[in-house]
T-cell receptor, first 114, second 112 residues
Framework: NAGVMQNPRHLVRRRGQEARLRCSPM?????VYWYRQLPEEGLKFMVY????????ESGMPKERFSAEFPKEGPSILRIQQVVRGDSAAYFC????????????FGSGTRLTVV | TQLLEQSPQFLSIQEGENLTVYCNSS?????LQWYRQEPGEGPVLLVT?????EVKKLKRLTFQFGDARKDSSLHITAAQTGDTGLYLC????????????FGQGTRLTINP
């Protein structure tokens, strides 16, 4: 009974490199959400995807950040040319429907940019 | 601008005491959720409240949604060391909204 699986758990990147964060939703869940959490803060919404579609990307920075949820495989959050300010915990959640009442979060990926 | 304000931000009490954590907003939410987050882990859903004035109990935890659906509280009775963690409230602005707005969290420490 696997929950939401995120990998890697920890990721260290040098400034200017690319970071790829993966999220496999719970079985039967077709809605994926990405959130970012800075130290000692709550989570901030980034993007909401369904299979092959971006539904709401209102929380995504305009540059360097992109997300996808292909027909097969996990959802990917990609950050190009990382900067120190991208260091944070990135959480993925999934739900069986399009409303957040049934969110299940993964354990997150902690990105450190050095 | 923080849409959901949690108070207090930090709370440290002795085991056996009672406590209340608040989540306030000037905005109306169609539903509100409480999560608990352990260090190094993702948030875990505790409860969802959807009706103004609703009260839900989860063992020693009591959750209330304000009548106007702008605020919520979490009350813990006879706190235990296992209750230590970060408590987050999160709201959905509209019916059918797909994203949540989170408060900044209350860091609760229960001392033995």
């Amino acid at each position: 009974n696997a929950g939401v699986m995120q990998n890697p758990r920890h990721l260290v990147r040098r400034r200017g490199q690319e970071a790829r964060l993966r999220c496999s939703p719970m079985k039967g869940h077709s809605h994926v959400y990405w959130y970012r959490q800075l130290p000692e803060e709550g989570l901030k919404f980034m993007v909401y995807l369904q299979k092959e579609n971006i539904i709401d990307e209102s929380g995504m920075p305009k540059e360097r950040f992109s997300a996808e949820f292909p027909k097969e495989g996990p959802s990917i959050l990609r950050i190009q040319q990382v900067v120190r300010g991208d260091s944070a915990a990135y959480f993925c959640a999934s739900s069986p429907s399009g409303t957040p009442n049934g969110y299940t979060f993964g354990s997150g990926t902690r990105l450190t940019v050095v | 601008t923080q849409l959901l304000e949690q108070s207090p931000q930090f709370l440290s009490i002795q085991e056996g005491e009672n406590l209340t954590v608040y989540c306030n907003s000037s905005s109306v939410f169609s539903s509100l959720q409480w999560y608990r987050q352990e260090p190094g882990e993702g948030p875990v859903l505790l409860v969802t409240v959807v009706t103004g004035g609703e009260v839900k109990k989860l063992k020693r935890l009591t959750f209330q949604f304000g009548d106007a659906r702008k605020d919520s509280s979490l009350h813990i009775t006879a706190a235990q060391t296992g209750d230590t963690g970060l408590y987050l409230c999160a709201g959905a602005k509209d019916q059918g909204a797909q994203k949540l707005v989170f408060g900044q969290g209350t860091r609760l420490t229960i001392n033995p």
